[in-house]
């Protein structure tokens, strides 16, 4: 006998790779020009120059027994010295190299979090604001706790403050905060946090526990005109931070990212025990060595940005113009955009007919939207647009 639950996870895939697999066999069909793959947030700007630059410098002048040899298995000391340094400097936040651990991605760091913070068989609550990314779900059961997912408001996707203080029970152990965010790029002002973290400083006195706040930041970079990110630990103290280098340098391949114990979380250095357990248990220990030592010359350096810019703008535009609406985002490289029909799968049925490739919403615990990776080459926009078109004219005909 076999894991019943892996085999179903592993046979059912996530919606969003299987879209991405399809498009790979249209594309074989029909030529890549022609189709319109909106399916996966993988970045379209290649890494910027420092990039190359630093790992040609590490290849051709560190030795290679040192350079590809195991680290500690929490990450490199200078490396975690250099993260926490900039995020002092930049942020003016509370960082210690001492609390940070290296990981392959955010993905990594988010399950080696849930393991770490989640009592043993407690099956404790985590709270996440739908839309969410839907590997929190297969994260937290796998870590043995239950999501609770709390919708966020329409149509401006901001947390609903009424329902978010609703769902908090004495079960809850975390909320998983993702801003900007994926799948709407909405980003949460700072007046939003504070509300935030006002209400979990509440409910940790009144359940006289900690609640942890799980930062969520592979956008941290990606945002357009004026908009702050705050950083977390600085507002609330029980804050973990998820980070990844795969969309801010275009390197999702390459599997690297960090997660941050606030120096100021209670207890500080028995959570970092139960992360470095929980590391240890899942295998994750040692991130990639040759992407650790990157790290110190690129933090805070980013791929051209303008590129998304340029194309959220372009979409954005012409959808409104079709007849579409969406959430005006800030940041990320996605648009959610609300389905021309309930059936947002149904939806995406017909969107495939043009050979446009949306991913329905309903995996991202919010029904009846469809989200639009706009990380591609604008002239896959200025294409797709004829077929944006005519699928919106689809369904005016429809209803006649
Ligand atoms: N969290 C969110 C919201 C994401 O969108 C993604 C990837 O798309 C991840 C986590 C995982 O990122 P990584 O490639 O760093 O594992």
Partial sequence: MISKKMEALGIKKSVIREIFEYAKVRKAQIGEENVFDFSIGNPSVPAPEIVTKTLTRLLTETEATSLHGYTSAQGDAGVRAAIADYIQKTYGAPADASLIYLTAGAAAALTIALNAVLADGAEEEVIVFAPFFPEYKVFTEKAGGHLVPVPCSEPDFQVDFAAFEAAITEKTKAVIVNSPNNPTGVVLSEDSI????????????????????????????????????????????????????????????????????????????????????????????????????????????????????????????????????????????????????????????????????????????????????????????RRSLPAFQALAAEYQNRRG
């Fill in 194 to 381: 504070r509300r935030l973290c006002r209400i979990l400083y509440d409910a940790q006195a009144r359940y006289g526990h900690e609640i942890f706040l799980l930062s969520d930041e592979p956008y941290r970079e990606l945002v357009y005109g004026n908009v702050k990110v705050p950083y977390l630990t600085a507002y609330y103290d029980n804050t973990i931070v998820c980070y990844s280098f795969s969309k801010s340098l275009s390197l999702p391949g390459e599997r690297i990212g960090y997660l941050l114990v606030s120096p100021k979380a209670q207890n500080a250095q028995e959570v970092y025990a139960a992360v470095l357990g929980a590391g240890r248990a899942l295998g994750f220990v040692c991130a990639p060595s040759l992407f650790q030592y990157m790290i110190p010359d690129c933090l805070g350096k980013t791929s051209d940005l303008t590129v998304y810019k340029e194309n959220r703008a372009l979409l954005l535009e012409a959808l409104t113009r079709y007849g579409y609406s969406a959430a005006s985002p800030d940041g990320a490289f996605y648009l959610f955009v609300k389905a021309l029909e309930p059936d947002a799968c149904r939806f995406c049925e017909t969107a495939k007919k043009h050979e446009l490739l949306l991913v329905p919403s309903d995996d991202f615990g919010f029904p009846g939207y469809v989200r639009i990776a706009y990380c591609v080459k604008t002239e896959q926009i």
